[in-house]
């Protein structure tokens, strides 16, 4: 498949970022004290990591970085941990490379998509001190990052996806798999497709929404959000953000972040649009590329 997509973009380049599920990675905030090297530093975590990890050293993969002078202790920095299986970083490095490509950067989506929501800016109306909650609709999973300030404070994966959808279709009418993905983004189904298929769909994506927000609300000091992005393939159903914002009360947009880019002539930009929902974290992994130098 990644072969079959670097054909269809006639794209050059070889160097990639990719991401793993934040459900597979281990993520802590530690105080270390400041002035230490990052030789220093990751000795001493090295040392110290079985305070932190629920698994051997040698099964993961293990990176840190430096997010800034402590609020509470003077003379000491907060250090970000992330830790991942081997296998779950091997794999995608794996099919990376088999593609012709050189593996540079494995990234955790949740980070990925906070990247991207920087670029949502302009779209809110108060950009000061805001708290947006991320909802990514995928095929099968929806996860919700929830942003403060511009940094990831909560994330929950729940089994629930545009894939409902699909099997429904399928279910109803007696089509292919293929027929029923072909359906849902350019028509042609029986005059029932929207009150008996569509509706309870999106019925179900807002309960989801809120039920994600519940959990959100229970485990942190929070009682509400400023805004409600929508992220993924699902949520460019006509109608689903304005159901969403009517039913939860919370100001939702569809998220664009290439909404204030400059297109490329060779670049379709009404396809663009429509998918761009679903390219927050591919978007967030191209910026790797202009905000650490890394490729």
Do not use: W
């Not at 794209?11 to 004290?33: D, R, Y």
């Not at 545009?162 to 279910?171: A, V």
């Amino acid at each position: 498949m990644i072969k079959q997509v670097l054909t269809k973009s006639r794209t050059k380049l070889k160097q990639t970022a990719v991401a793993v599920a934040g459900s597979a990675v281990i993520t802590k905030t530690i105080e270390m004290n400041d002035g230490m090297t990052e030789d220093e530093m990751e000795s001493q975590i090295q040392v110290e990591a079985d305070q932190y990890i629920p698994f051997p050293l040698d099964e993961v993969a293990l990176d840190f970085e430096v997010a800034g002078p402590s609020p509470k202790n003077d003379g000491m920095v907060e250090v970000l941990l992330a830790a991942c299986r081997n296998e779950n970083v091997e794999n995608r490095e794996a099919a990376i490379e088999l593609s012709g490509l050189q593996s540079t950067v494995v990234d955790i989506e949740a980070f990925a998509m906070e990247r991207s929501v920087g670029l949502l800016q302009p779209q809110f109306e108060d950009e000061e001190n805001l708290t947006v909650a991320v909802v990514d609709v995928g095929h099968t999973m929806t996860t919700l990052s929830v942003i403060a300030d511009g940094k990831t404070i909560y994330t929950r994966e729940q089994l629930f996806g545009g894939k409902q959808l699909t099997e429904e279709i399928m279910r109803r009418y007696g089509v292919t798999h293929e027929e029923a993905g072909k359906a849902k983004k350019l028509g042609g189904l029986p005059d029932d497709y929207e009150s008996e298929v569509l509706r309870p769909f999106k019925d179900a994506v807002v309960q989801q929404v809120s039920r994600s927000l519940q959990f959100f609300f229970a485990a942190s000091s929070y009682n509400d959000v400023d805004y409600i992005i929508l992220a993924g393939g699902t949520v460019a159903i006509s109608g689903l953000s304005n159901l969403i914002e009517e039913k939860i009360g919370t100001k939702t947009i569809i998220a664009n972040p290439f909404a204030n880019m400059t297109v490329a002539p060779r670049v379709n930009a009404v396809s663009l649009t429509n998918d761009a929902p679903s390219l927050m974290v591919a978007c967030g992994l191209a910026l790797r590329s202009f905000t650490d130098g890394k490729y």
